[in-house]
């Protein structure tokens, strides 16, 4: 019998942590959750209102509502604190304030002891990730943001959708920083091992020019879900559910995620999406693609907008 459990601890319980929360007790993923936010009424409430539910859960999950205490023993501590973004917002207008709060968070996470593994939710992810690296003094690769995780799902379905293929045999990426200047890797996307550019060939039905404007729905959709709902939570908190289980269950599944560049694709210092092997200690290794010319000018152009941002704050 294993003398230890599994345990999450959450760091703030708004839209995204309250999704995946509820979404974690449902797929059974771990042994202990704690929430931990500054709101200790909605945060105590939630932890009530999930435990009221466990009846009907997979498996036992301990969940309650916590202080940084218990962030020693924790496996894995997820982040989804923050301001969120705002109608007419970018995920880089988001800079200056989340950094702050961010701040404050991880070293109180750190000076009670934690050991484990970061995983990072918030926007700007990238540039939060980078700085959750910075403040906590952990090894790159046990700091993780959800890069474009949620971006990448949304690519699979949109194509499945086009295609009329379950979006769980869609195999193709978004690379980049989670925002506006992401990138769809078409030189690596298929569909049953056959390269999307020869569904296109082979039937007249599909044309580049539509999956052209899959990408710009792909890349606008949570401009579009917030001025129709005021924010995204689900699909970014299953994202995350599953972000935890590859780490939690030692999967090394391969993600794109806000993985540490040191030297792949030519790029260093820098957090940004990019498929990325995810097991029991973190990211065990990038991926690097071979993209063409233009694919690679234009993941370059993304690193060269997250340095930018970067530089100005740290």
């Known amino acids: 019998m294993r003398d230890r459990v599994n345990r999450v601890v959450l760091i703030g319980t708004g839209a995204v942590g309250s999704s995946y929360a509820f979404a974690l007790l449902n797929q059974g993923v771990t042994e202990e959750l704690v929430l931990i936010d500054v ?9 009530m209102d999930l435990n009221h539910g466990m009846a009907f859960a997979p498996s036992a999950t301990k969940i309650w509502f916590g202080d940084y205490s218990d962030c020693k023993k924790a496996d894995v501590i997820v982040i989804c604190a923050g301001a969120a973004q705002k109608p007419g917002e970018t995920r880089l207008d988001l800079v200056e304030k989340n950094t702050k709060i961010f701040k404050g968070i991880v070293e109180e996470i750190m000076a009670n002891g934690f050991d ?18 910075k403040y906590s003094g952990l090894a790159k690769e046990r700091v993780i943001g959800t890069g474009t995780i949620l971006d990448t799902a949304r690519f699979r379905y949109l194509l499945g959708e086009y295609f009329n293929i379950d979006t769980r045999n869609v195999h193709a990426y978004i690379i980049g920083e989670h925002g506006d200047t992401e990138l769809p890797v078409y030189s690596h996307a298929d569909i049953a091992t056959r390269p999307i550019s020869e569904w296109i060939e082979r039937n007249e039905q599909y044309k580049q020019e539509d999956l052209d404007q899959i990408f710009v729905n792909v890349r606008d959709a949570a401009y579009h879900i917030i001025n129709k709902k005021g924010a995204t939570f689900y699909g970014i908190a299953m994202g995350l559910v599953r972000l935890t289980k590859a780490i939690l269950q030692n999967e090394n599944s391969v993600l794109t995620v806000s993985a540490y560049l040191n030297g792949e694709y030519g790029q260093s210092d820098i957090y ?3 498929p990325a092997v995810v097991n029991r200690g973190g990211v065990r290794g990038v991926v690097e693609l071979d993209l063409t010319q233009e ?7 993304s690193v060269s907008v997250l340095t930018s941002i970067k530089e100005s704050i740290f």
Request: glycine share 8%; proline share 3%.
């Open 39 to 47: 709101n200790k009424e909605k945060s105590e409430g939630d932890a």
């Open 116 to 133: 484990g593994i970061f995983l990072v939710a918030t926007n700007p992810v990238d540039i939060l990730t980078y700085a959750v690296w």
């Open 272 to 274: 940004i999406g990019v």
């Open 295 to 301: 694919e690679k000018q234009k993941f370059d152009h």
